[in-house]
């Protein structure tokens, strides 16, 4: 049984960094063509795709996100990171990590067969 699980911050100040870590157990985050996404849910709103980091490393980032977003992993941990540059109080969001068979950018919540339970992030000073 896969399991994801996020950690980082709960408050971050404006114009700071997001730093979240996702840790999988259960299955390696090097298994081919398998692929590990950062999608969010700001309160009220839809999920948003941030990005992804596949099996070899290879990253992909959302195109309205990708000047602030940063994507690696820790294969010996195995463990991906989110990096989310000058925050403001609209990155507030419940923030999930989730794996893909195959790279897909989409937030479909079926297309994802495991998810962490989120980790709730708000951006206030």
């Known amino acids: 049984q896969v399991q994801l699980q996020e950690s980082g911050p709960g408050l971050v100040k404006p114009s700071q960094t997001l730093s979240l870590t996702c840790t999988v157990s259960g299955g390696s985050i090097t298994t081919y063509d398998y692929h590990w996404s950062w999608i969010r849910q700001p309160p009220g709103k839809g999920l948003e795709w941030m990005g992804a980091i596949g099996y070899s490393g290879s990253t992909y980032t959302s195109p309205a996100l990708k000047s602030r977003t940063s994507i690696s992993r820790d294969t010996s941990k195995n463990q991906f990171t989110l990096q989310l540059s000058s925050v403001t109080p609209e990155d507030t969001a419940v923030y999930y990590c989730?794996?893909?068979?195959?790279?897909?950018?989409?937030?479909?919540?079926?297309?994802?067969?495991?998810w962490g339970q989120g980790t709730q992030v708000t951006v206030s000073s």
């Open positions: 989730a794996r893909s068979a195959g790279f897909i950018a989409t937030p479909v919540e079926k297309l994802y067969d495991y």
